[in-house]
């Protein structure tokens, strides 16, 4: 018993002598900071022809890497990328900037994409006049599509001529089917010669390949004629070559019936 004591003794010194010699980890250091991220760019028209290319070039500081989005679903992580925008329009662009701590700081502009030869006031050919086709509506006239009032009377290219619809209930579809597909940027809508109430207030036109796959193309909610006869012309961004185009009036102006005397689908200048 006194020799298991003895031995329970010295180990207990030598752990202490050990635990006495056994010097301390230093402390962490905590990692300096970075100087912060501060994001800039410029951005230049790369062609004076090709008014869609431009060419972004970073002046951020202080980061490990960027990203651009350009507005448009593109992104780059380039320096200086070059991007070719498919539309004209106005594009949100961001650069952010960040560097190897997570620290991270940010650049946004609105940039305005624009033709400088594009005049709003101007629309090209009516595709349904040049190129032909075939009209369908959800509902008719009372007397047919050949009727005096019938549908056809709507893409006649007279606006002396309207289509009367009785019974309307915010779903009239009107689809025009191209005899080819045609890229169109553009479409007129003509009031008819009395009463305003009848006049379409609200719609969506859209645009398809196959007539089953339908694209929004550009819609109005709150449109007003102020006269009879009276066009007005619209644009919209495409680049895609569409055999369908229709237009769903969603709501006119308070009427039981609807009216119209022209629609049109355009290429988009002269």
Avoid at 15 to 36: I, R, T, V
Avoid at 72 to 98: I, M
Wanted: aromatic residues 12%.
């Amino acid at each position: 018993m006194k020799k298991t004591l003895h031995i329970i003794s010295v180990f207990s010194t030598v752990a202490l002598l050990f635990a006495g010699c056994k010097k301390d980890k230093p402390a962490p250091q905590p990692e300096p900071d970075e100087p912060k991220p501060i994001a800039g760019f410029t951005v230049a028209r790369t062609d004076s022809v090709d008014f869609l290319s431009y060419q972004f070039t970073s002046t951020s500081i202080n980061y490990k890497d960027i990203l651009w989005q350009f507005g448009d679903d593109s992104t780059s992580a380039e320096k200086a990328p070059k991007h070719r925008y498919a539309f004209d329009g106005l594009y949100h662009v961001t650069l952010t900037a960040r560097n190897s701590q997570g620290y991270s700081a940010a650049r946004e502009i609105i940039l305005n994409v624009a033709d400088p030869n594009f005049d709003r006031t101007k629309v090209g050919e009516s595709y349904f006049a040049t190129i032909g086709g075939t009209l369908t509506v959800s509902r008719d006239n009372g007397g047919g599509p050949n009727a005096n009032e019938g549908s056809l009377k709507v893409v006649d290219g007279d606006p002396n001529t309207k289509f009367f619809q009785s019974g309307f209930s915010g779903d009239l579809v009107m689809k025009y089917e191209l005899k080819t597909p045609v890229v169109a940027g553009a479409y007129t809508m003509t009031s008819a010669n009395d009463s305003p109430d009848r006049d379409p207030k609200g719609w969506i036109l859209q645009g398809s390949e196959d007539g089953i796959r339908w694209i929004n193309l550009h819609s109005k909610n709150n449109e007003v004629f102020a006269n009879r006869f009276q066009r007005i012309l619209y644009h919209f961004n495409n680049n895609v070559a569409y055999k369908f185009y229709r237009i769903s009036i969603k709501t006119n102006n308070g009427s039981r019936d609807f009216q119209m005397a022209e629609w049109t689908v355009n290429k988009k200048q002269p």
